[in-house]
């Protein structure tokens, strides 16, 4: 019965050990064994060596009353010595050995020589005439409150030692035994055995309801803690996600005023100067279109991700030629690139061609992990190779830069939504740190992967693997 153990988290000022519910299955094995041997090394010696010392004592009792003989003493001496001798003897092998021993069970082995030297207590006390018979229905009793088996051998175990030392003492003793009288008391023995028994199967239904009832509170328990810890873990996360849209939201602040003060800046210039020179005014008027469209940009990508988590952004497949694609991502960047002073390539292995996808979410995969490295390196090179797959079922887009790179930290939470791989960069280099949440989610909408390796202020290199032929989705996760 697997009673008895702290489950986790119980505070120390709580019930004693044997009074809580151990929750850990392999703590609560090693619980019940230190109980069993508790009982077989300790308790079961002591009861029997108290129990020794009351048998003898009803045994000099018995051979006073009854059988009034000085011829039944020496045996009797004899018995109380050996008796003795068997209670030190089984302590000390149980102690020694009851943990070592594997082949069989010890406490249980002694439980059966117990009932073999109450056989001899009673063979000693006047066997066949000895009122102390009933010695041997005690074995059954105090088993019925360890197991029914165990009960029901010594049931039937009883009543056989009995019948064996009759047949030793009209064997081996030459005494006339009274058989009538000794096959009753062999059946009531058995009777009586069997009585106890099925008392005992009261004690048995109990334990197996009680061990149900630990079992059930244990897995429980184990279920609470495990919920508590998916909560806690998201309310982590949520804290998590709250404080990078709290930044986002400054961060977002800052990029949406910069193009906004830019607009109303140079307009109230244009309204306050009205003659100024044609090229001054179209050069302010060309810093107000850039604001507009940054600030586009900005609020683009924030809808875009809002569609995107409300399932609402569609797929168009269609047959695209990859080189010239990816070209025209290059072309749309090239200003980028020459802002940073860098160098873009764009190579595509001979073997590259046409491919089924969506075009647009293509481009803007690309142009994402273009301008991401563009953004973040200073007259360095940025690359994009095209090149097929192992299995030539799909395209690798792989994008390296010789940019700041990122550190395992950093790239952890780098596809998180309204974070960037370094929230001062935020500031620094711009953006509604949306892109690449954007594009990995576009790579998995094409049926393909997003993947990134980086060494901080060596370069980083994404791969984007998409499928040759995007499977056409259900309508209904259109």
């Known amino acids: 019965m697997t009673e008895g153990a702290p489950w986790s988290g119980a505070a120390r000022t709580g019930p004693p050990l044997d009074q809580r519910i151990l929750v850990d299955p392999k703590e609560a094995a090693r619980q019940t064994a230190r109980r069993r041997r508790d009982m077989n090394v300790i308790t079961f010696p002591l009861v029997r060596l108290v129990g020794f010392q009351l048998m003898i004592i009803v045994m000099v009792g018995h051979n006073l009353l009854i059988t009034k003989g000085a011829a039944a003493w020496?045996?009797?001496?004899?018995?109380?010595?050996?008796?003795?001798?068997?209670?030190?003897?089984s302590w000390w092998a149980l102690a020694r050995w009851f943990d070592r021993v594997k082949v069989m069970d010890l406490g249980l082995l002694f439980f059966t020589t117990d009932l073999l030297l109450w056989t001899g207590a009673v063979y000693?006390?006047?066997?066949?005439?000895?009122?102390?018979?009933?010695?041997?229905?005690?074995r059954v009793a105090d088993q019925s409150f360890v197991s029914f088996r165990r009960a029901a051998v010594f049931a039937h175990l009883a009543p056989l030692c009995y019948v064996t030392m009759l047949v030793y003492q009209a064997g081996v003793d030459a005494v006339?035994?009274?058989?009538p009288r000794a096959l009753a008391i062999t059946l009531l023995l058995y009777l009586s055995g069997l009585y106890i028994l099925m008392s005992g199967l009261n004690a048995q239904k109990l334990r197996d309801r009680s061990n149900a009832a630990v079992r059930l509170a244990r897995d429980s328990i184990q279920q609470l803690q495990e919920r508590s810890t998916q909560l806690a873990r998201a309310k982590e996360e949520a804290e998590a996600a709250s404080v990078a849209k709290s930044q986002f939201?400054?961060?977002m602040s800052h990029e949406l005023k910069t193009p906004l003060n830019a607009v109303i800046g140079y307009a109230e210039m244009l309204i306050e100067e009205p003659d100024?020179?044609?090229?001054?005014?179209?050069?302010?008027?060309?810093?107000?279109?850039?604001?507009?469209?940054?600030?586009?940009?900005?609020?683009?990508?924030?809808?875009?991700?809002?569609?995107?988590?409300?399932?609402?952004?569609n797929i168009t497949l269609e047959e695209v030629d990859v080189p010239t694609l990816a070209q025209e991502a290059a072309v749309g960047l090239s200003g980028l690139a020459r802002k940073n002073g860098n160098t873009l390539e764009v190579h595509c292995a001979p073997q590259v061609g046409l491919m089924v996808t969506d075009p647009v979410k293509l481009r803007q995969v690309l142009m994402n992990l273009l301008g991401n490295g563009l953004k973040f390196t200073e007259a360095g090179v940025?690359?994009?190779?095209?090149?097929?797959?192992?299995?030539?079922?799909?395209?690798?887009?792989?994008v390296s830069d010789t940019g700041i790179g990122m550190s395992g930290e950093h790239l952890a939470r780098l596809f998180q939504p309204f974070t960037q791989a370094d929230g001062s960069s935020t500031r620094k280099h711009g953006g509604a740190a949306l892109g690449l949440t954007l594009t990995k989610r576009y790579c998995e909408m094409l049926g393909g992967s997003l993947s990134v390796e980086s060494t901080l202020n060596v370069g980083t290199?994404?791969?984007?693997?998409?499928?040759l032929?995007?499977?056409p989705l259900p309508e209904s996760a259109s």
């Open 74 to 89: 020496p045996p009797m001496v004899t018995y109380a010595v050996i008796a003795e001798l068997y209670c030190v003897g």
């Open 124 to 138: 000693v006390s006047g066997g066949h005439t000895s009122w102390l018979f009933f010695l041997l229905a005690l």
């Open 176 to 179: 006339a035994v009274d058989w």
């Open 249 to 251: 939201l400054a961060n």
């Open 276 to 313: 100024t020179d044609t090229e001054t005014r179209q050069a302010d008027l060309g810093k107000i279109r850039t604001a507009g469209q940054h600030l586009l940009s900005l609020i683009n990508e924030v809808l875009e991700l809002a569609r995107l988590e409300a399932g609402k952004t």
């Open 382 to 398: 940025v690359q994009l190779d095209v090149q097929p797959s192992k299995d030539s079922k799909s395209l690798l887009f792989r």
């Open 461 to 467: 290199v994404f791969t984007a693997a998409l499928p």
């Open 469 to 471: 032929a995007r499977a």
